[in-house]
């Protein structure tokens, strides 16, 4: 059997493993093993099986994986998230759509700590679909427009897409990071501006919005439902503005570090983390709740998700090992070189693969085994692999909103009791959007790559 059937018969494996629900990072092992056996190196089944392990996990490149999961964790922990959207509110609260706009700016916010965009979701779900809800719209729009905006916010650093990227590709994670900064907030901006004209044109669409109880002042909510005393009121809001000089001082430290040099993207996550423990420890304080609480429980999230990470890069790592040893890298690229099709076009066809395949894999699995076929081929065209991690990540994320597998729609659904096919039904303008915005920067790469250039990153 050929190297290039052998990595067929085991993505399929792959596939249906998937469909029977087998845990993803054992989905890849078991597939890897099943295309090491065909192959015929079943008796080093168990060598690359130690070996891929430590290989594949003992970097130190990775330690930023926990850390900013660690640092998402205790600002979420500590009430951050809370106060980032009730002062967020106050600022676009009173405009039409205005709630929406809110989940929106206080998603992105937040994705200057998290890292994460199912973090973002999960910070923000109940919050804001709840909000939406009781101002009288459609809880499963609302729900749509909070997993819409943690797919658009994915790119804001520190993303740990970027860092997988980075070390699955060879590539620069501090200029990733800054490369993802302009596209992740144009994307943010736009689809704030585009729930708020839905808001203010849609007209046809509004009843069924807002669920058929449309309020006197349309959907200009105002933002607290409890009228404070003045005096309180002003030392909420005060309280509130912290949430957000937070975020702003955790990203200034972790970016102005990148790009001064004090210190590389692992150590950028690890100060971050002992500005966030600061933080953490402050806000608890002033809350009076338990500070061996609140580290304990964000210690177990930690630990738990970065398990699970680490275990996919396992999985990742056999199966890598076996399409490597199968030649298919190879020859793909030798097709793709003899083939006559302009660089761009290629790259642009590769990215179309992605979004299909983003429905039925999540996207840390989508990457772990697409990103070692793809990058290679990227580079060896002479295009640059920055600029193409960024649309890399952008098609991964659109994913992670398209059915059957759109994570942020199951996540959001599970907090907030939302329906998940009318989730995606309203979900179709959002993704049509996305699809524009990464249209827009793979036709202007210097949308992704001039700020990496002013660092002196590229």
């Given at each position: 059997?050929?190297?290039?059937?052998?990595?067929?018969?085991?993505?399929i494996?792959l596939?249906?493993?998937?469909a029977i629900e087998?845990p993803?990072?054992?989905?890849?092992m078991?597939?890897?093993?099943l295309?090491?056996?065909?192959?015929?190196q079943?008796?080093?089944?168990?060598?690359?099986l130690?070996?891929?392990a430590?290989?594949?996990?003992a970097?130190?490149a990775?330690?930023?994986?926990c850390?900013?999961?660690?640092?998402?964790?205790?600002?979420?922990n500590?009430g951050?998230g809370?106060?980032?959207?009730?002062?967020?509110?106050?600022l676009?609260?009173?405009?039409p759509?205005g709630l929406?706009?809110?989940a929106?700016?206080?998603?992105?916010?937040?994705?200057?700590?998290?890292?994460?965009s199912?973090?973002?979701?999960?910070?923000?779900?109940?919050?804001?679909?709840?909000e939406?809800?009781?101002h009288?719209?459609?809880r499963e729009?609302?729900?749509?427009v909070?997993?819409a905006?943690?797919?658009?916010a994915a790119?804001?650093?520190?993303?740990?897409?970027?860092?997988?990227?980075?070390?699955?590709?060879?590539e620069s994670?501090?200029?990733?990071?800054f490369?993802?900064?302009?596209p992740?907030?144009l994307s943010?901006v736009?689809?704030?501006?585009?729930?708020?004209?839905?808001?203010?044109?849609?007209?046809?669409?509004?009843?069924?919005?807002?669920?058929g109880r449309l309020?006197?002042?349309?959907?200009?909510?105002?933002a607290?439902?409890?009228v404070?005393?003045?005096s309180?009121?002003?030392?909420?809001?005060h309280?509130?503005?912290?949430?957000?000089?937070?975020?702003?001082?955790?990203?200034a430290?972790?970016?102005?570090?990148?790009y001064?040099?004090?210190?590389t993207?692992?150590e950028?996550?690890?100060?971050?983390v002992v500005?966030?423990?600061?933080i953490t420890?402050?806000?608890?304080l002033?809350r009076?709740?338990?500070?061996?609480?609140?580290?304990?429980?964000?210690?177990?999230?930690s630990?738990g998700?970065?398990?699970?990470?680490?275990?996919?890069?396992?999985g990742?790592g056999?199966?890598?090992?076996?399409?490597t040893?199968?030649?298919l890298?190879q020859t793909?690229?030798?097709?793709?070189e003899?083939?006559?099709?302009?660089?761009?076009?290629?790259?642009g066809?590769m990215?179309?693969?992605?979004?299909?395949?983003?429905?039925?894999?999540?996207?840390?699995t989508?990457?772990?085994?697409?990103?070692?076929?793809?990058?290679?081929i990227?580079?060896?065209l002479?295009?640059?692999?920055?600029w193409?991690g960024?649309?890399?990540?952008?098609?991964?994320?659109?994913?992670?909103?398209t059915?059957?597998v759109g994570?942020n729609?199951?996540?959001?659904?599970?907090?907030?009791?939302?329906?998940?096919e009318?989730v995606?039904r309203?979900?179709?303008p959002?993704?049509?959007?996305?699809?524009?915005v990464?249209a827009?920067l793979?036709?202007?790469?210097?949308?992704?790559?001039?700020?990496?250039?002013?660092a002196?990153?590229?």
């Amino acid at each position: 059997m050929s190297g290039e059937l052998v990595a067929l018969v085991a993505t399929i494996a792959l596939l249906l493993f998937i469909a029977i629900e087998v845990p993803i990072a054992l989905s890849l092992m078991g597939s890897g093993i099943l295309g090491l056996i065909l192959l015929g190196q079943g008796a080093n089944v168990t060598g690359v099986l130690g070996s891929t392990a430590y290989s594949s996990t003992a970097k130190y490149a990775l330690f930023v994986i926990c850390m900013y999961v660690l640092l998402g964790s205790l600002i979420s922990n500590a009430g951050i998230g809370m106060a980032i959207y009730r002062s967020v509110n106050r600022l676009v609260g009173r405009l039409p759509g205005g709630l929406a706009a809110t989940a929106v700016g206080a998603t992105t916010l937040f994705s200057g700590i998290s890292g994460s965009s199912a973090a973002d979701v999960a910070a923000f779900g109940r919050i804001s679909v709840n909000e939406m809800t009781r101002h009288g719209y459609r809880r499963e729009y609302a729900a749509a427009v909070v997993a819409a905006a943690g797919a658009f916010a994915a790119l804001i650093p520190p993303a740990i897409g970027f860092v997988f990227y980075g070390i699955i590709a060879e590539e620069s994670i501090s200029a990733l990071i800054f490369a993802g900064i302009v596209p992740g907030i144009l994307s943010c901006v736009l689809l704030a501006v585009f729930v708020i004209l839905r808001a203010r044109f849609t007209r046809g669409e509004r009843r069924a919005e807002f669920g058929g109880r449309l309020a006197a002042a349309d959907d200009q909510v105002t933002a607290p439902s409890v009228v404070a005393p003045r005096s309180l009121a002003a030392r909420i809001a005060h309280s509130d503005a912290w949430g957000v000089v937070y975020a702003a001082i955790i990203f200034a430290i972790v970016i102005g570090g990148l790009y001064s040099g004090q210190f590389t993207a692992t150590e950028a996550g690890a100060i971050g983390v002992v500005v966030a423990a600061v933080i953490t420890v402050v806000e608890v304080l002033k809350r009076r709740t338990s500070i061996f609480r609140t580290f304990s429980l964000s210690l177990r999230e930690s630990v738990g998700t970065s398990s699970m990470i680490f275990l996919l890069l396992v999985g990742g790592g056999v199966f890598g090992y076996m399409i490597t040893l199968s030649g298919l890298p190879q020859t793909l690229t030798r097709a793709i070189e003899g083939s006559g099709f302009p660089p761009l076009a290629v790259a642009g066809l590769m990215l179309l693969v992605l979004i299909p395949l983003g429905m039925v894999l999540d996207g840390l699995t989508l990457m772990l085994v697409v990103v070692p076929l793809i990058a290679p081929i990227v580079t060896g065209l002479g295009l640059d692999g920055v600029w193409y991690g960024v649309l890399v990540l952008k098609a991964v994320e659109i994913g992670l909103i398209t059915p059957p597998v759109g994570l942020n729609v199951f996540i959001i659904s599970a907090a907030t009791g939302a329906k998940v096919e009318q989730v995606f039904r309203f979900l179709v303008p959002f993704v049509v959007l996305d699809l524009a915005v990464t249209a827009a920067l793979f036709c202007f790469p210097d949308i992704v790559l001039w700020l990496p250039r002013m660092a002196g990153l590229l």
